[in-house]
């Protein structure tokens, strides 16, 4: 069956330290998608970064930095020298390509960066 | 560009009353998904609409859900007999062509208090 699972509830850190969002899935399919999004106090999703099973490269956006390992079935999230903009709760997706594409999402990581 | 809009953005009710939730779409996004956001919790996948048909109504809670979409554009997802536990977030999100590997775009949710 399929599942996302992030382990982190909440996370504090100071403004300008570096973290870890953990993201880890379960799927049968060989061919799935996953995704991190973010939801600011205002409420609204906003999507982030896609990634497909077919490429484990590592891809870095500014400061945030994403690392998809297949053989630990982890898609983790970092957040480099983060600001108090980047407190928000950050979702996992995972997405098949024979599930009706359906998406599953994580119960979320709340990250509180403080000034 | 518009993205998705939800109505209303919060709606407050009596227990046991019948309420109805609206979602718009992004102009030609034939996918349609909804969400349960319960305080504190992730997302609680509820139905999703390919078109005007809905291939996974596997999410809807209790028979008391329903959700329907008209003319491949907007969406009425409808509770009847309101109780208490079904205050929440409830969410709408769109994609371009159904596939698994789009990203799907939020609308800003409806609040939903049952007394």
């Known amino acids: 069956a399929q599942k996302v699972t992030q382990a982190q509830t909440e996370i504090s850190v100071v403004e300008k330290e570096d973290v870890t969002l953990d993201c880890v899935y379960e799927t049968r399919d060989t061919t799935y998608y996953l995704f991190w999004y973010k939801q600011p106090p205002s409420g609204e999703l906003v999507f982030l970064i896609r990634?497909?099973?077919?490429?484990?490269q590592n891809e870095i956006s500014g400061r945030y930095s994403w690392n998809f390992q297949k053989s630990t079935s982890s898609f983790n999230f970092t957040i480099t020298a983060s600001q108090v903009v980047d407190s928000a709760v950050y979702f996992c997706?995972?997405?098949?390509?024979?599930?009706?594409?359906?998406?599953?999402f994580g119960t979320g990581t709340s990250l509180t960066v403080i000034p | 560009g518009a993205g998705v809009s939800q109505s209303p953005s919060n709606k407050v009710t009596e227990k046991g009353k019948d309420v109805e939730l609206r979602c718009d779409p992004i102009?030609?996004?034939?996918?349609l998904y909804w969400y349960r956001q319960s305080l504190g919790q992730g997302l609680e996948f509820l139905i999703y609409f390919q078109g005007n048909s809905a291939p996974d109504k596997s999410g809807l809670p209790s028979d008391r859900f329903s959700a329907e979409r008209t003319g491949g554009s907007v969406s009425t997802l409808t509770i009847q007999r309101t109780q208490q536990e079904d205050s929440a977030v409830y969410l709408c999100a769109s994609n371009a062509g159904g596939l698994s590997y789009n990203e799907q775009f939020f609308g800003p949710g409806t609040r939903l208090t049952v007394l």
């Open positions: 102009s030609g996004h034939t996918a």
């Open positions: 997706a995972l997405s098949d390509g024979w599930s009706g594409n359906q998406f599953y």
């Open positions: 990634r497909n099973s077919f490429d484990e």
